[in-house]
């Protein structure tokens, strides 16, 4: 057996990195992948390797040197045009090895686990592709397979059919062929392929002439949980570095990210809170059926959005402002409230982070699970008193609930007392009272005028990627301040469209909060069985556990994430844990949830 690395291109869309160097001489994590690669074949028996050069050619064997002598018998073919051919050129200058052999064949810019070649090689077909599922993340070579995996067609890009996806795998770009099919089938294709189309074309291309024959011989092996990545571009080199981290960092990695966790295929994300529940089937359907629209018209300015807003959460359009997320208001908010804001901790910190620290006033509950009461509330302030009171209901990361008359009472004393009352209520719809404890009211927030409700669209109704906040208020000079201060044009088509049609979709969503209900009280059973877990009620859609000895919040997180490709939130780090071990674990489906709760159970083994 033989290897055969293909390594002539140039890597134009890596930019800066390979201005210099070849694209297998770029590092992921401190690595060159044509260092790992070689490192992986030397756990081989091999014949030889042949890699062909072109770009930085003399680079690259400069740096291989003779680092793998008695390892790896290393052998070199130039293309002397790799900038006027194709891969399928650069294959071609090694056919008289490929007659010599069994081969590996092999693209430089992959990164992938060591266990790839041992799947490859102890699978008794002489001829063989691994392929993957298709994901979104993946572009280049497609092939459909039967139910006996034999590869029955060469997807091409120019044929390749969003309708057809379910059906289509990604080629990994890891072949084994045997010496007899090259001889026999390939190599002369190759030769009758180029002669007619010429040099700039991809080998694949041949591969799927062959496969149009009645028996092609070519095999494919789908890969399950084996983490591979193709790096043509800085996005591409970004994920393969946080997928291939070290234990250590490869948390740290991804929770940098702050989302766009659909990037990783598999991952359950147990840190970003959202309703697994909604928006329903009939929802995304009607989204989907305005796609085209959507997408290539403008959306509306601030007054037409304000008024769906309103329409949309029952409240006066001069009374409501909808932004890019919440964070987006929260940010033009916090830049506005003037002298102390008081603070219960530990919560989320979007509002004391937008704020000059001597600026607030923080209350840390002494109770084991940061519960307080309004009573509580009052206690503290009272003593000492703020400007202005951030309330987060339920609270994040604890869940912490006050409930909706006592919320009232709050506000209350926050009006005797002149004091400015924000209420973030973005988890409030999760909670056992629903859907009779918002303060989306209009005689509400004109009984409290100081008032401010903030709420996240993102989080009750599960639509975070149309980035829809409200904030509510009857002082109408502080809303019509914040809709000066965002972007006329601060909402895209989508989220407009959602405001739009809602009302419509009530019935269903009030239907999945029920739903909601039903499955965390089920999922904190199943969590509260875990002996190393002490798991908090709350009345969100997340639960705070303290993780006991001789087991640590990090240690946890890490495991997770390398072992089940399960992400979770440590919150040993926040303010006003004071180290203590604890993790926030957020509600998805019963699926999701009972497959978390497995992983849990098998870190005790």
Known sequence: ????????????????????????????????????????LSALE??????????????????????YAGRLNIEYIVN????????????????????????????????????????ILGNPYPNLALVAKYQTWMDGTMVRIDEDNNVVNFITKSAFKYSDVDYYYKTVNIYKFSREFLVQKYIPFLDAYCAALGNNEYYEQV??????????????????????????DVQDLDIAEALFASDEEHQKLYMKRFGGYWRFPGMLDYCYLVNPYFPSPRLKDELRANFDTLLTEYPSGMYVNSLLAGKCFGVRQDYVVPGNG??????????????????????????????????????????????????????????????????????????????????????????NEGVRLV??????????????????????????????????ISKSFGVPGLRLGIMASADTELIAFVKKDVSIW???????????????????????????????????????????????PSEANYFLCEVMPPYNSHNLAVTLLKNHNILIKDC???????????????????????RLVSALKQVLI
């Not at 590996?104 to 810019?109: A, Q, V």
Request: net charge negative.
């Open 423 to 456: 209420v973030d209520e973005s988890f409030v719809d999760f909670s056992s009272e629903f859907p009779h404890n918002t303060l989306l009211r209009n005689d509400l927030l004109e009984r409290f005028p100081d008032m401010i409700v903030v709420k996240s």
């Open 1 to 40: 057996m033989q290897a055969v690395i293909l390594a002539a291109g140039m890597g134009r869309r890596l930019g800066d990195l390979t201005k210099d160097n070849t694209k297998c001489m770029v590092k992921v994590n401190g690595v060159a992948l044509i260092d790992r690669l070689l490192g992986q």
């Open 80 to 119: 002397p045009i790799y900038d006027r051919t194709n891969n399928i050129y650069s294959l071609a200058l090694t056919k008289d090895k490929l007659q010599e052999d069994d081969t590996l064949l092999i693209e430089s810019d992959l990164i992938f686990d060591d266990k790839m070649f041992s799947l």
């Open 46 to 67: 091999l014949n030889r390797v042949v890699i062909v050069v072109g770009y930085e050619g003399d680079k690259l064997i400069a740096h291989i040197g003779d680092r």
């Open 207 to 232: 591969l799927r002439v062959i496969c149009m024959l009645d028996n092609s011989e070519l095999k494919a092996l789908p890969i399950s949980g084996e983490k591979w990545y193709e790096i043509d």
């Open 326 to 415: 919440a964070a987006e208001l929260i940010k033009s908010l916090m830049g506005r409230l003037e002298g102390k804001l008081g603070v219960i901790y530990p919560t989320f910190e979007e509002y004391p982070n937008r704020r000059v620290k001597d600026t607030l006033e923080i209350f840390v509950p002494q109770t084991e699970d940061f519960h307080y009461t309004a009573d509580d509330v009052i206690g503290y302030f009272s003593e000492h008193r703020p400007d202005s009171l951030l309330l987060i209901n339920p609270d994040n990361p604890s869940g912490n609930y006050i409930p909706y008359k006592d919320v009232l009472r709050l506000a209350e004393w926050c009006k």
């Open 572 to 594: 040993s780090g926040k303010k006003a844990f004071a180290g203590r071990n604890c993790i926030r674990l957020a509600v998805r489906n019963r699926q999701d949830n009972e």
């Open 490 to 536: 601060n909402l895209n088509s989508f989220a407009e469209f959602f405001m739009q049609i809602y009302t419509k979709h009530e019935g269903d969503y009030r239907k999945a909060a029920e739903k909601f209900g039903n499955e965390r009280g089920r999922f904190y059973e199943d969590l509260s069985s875990i002996p190393y877990l002490k798991v908090y």
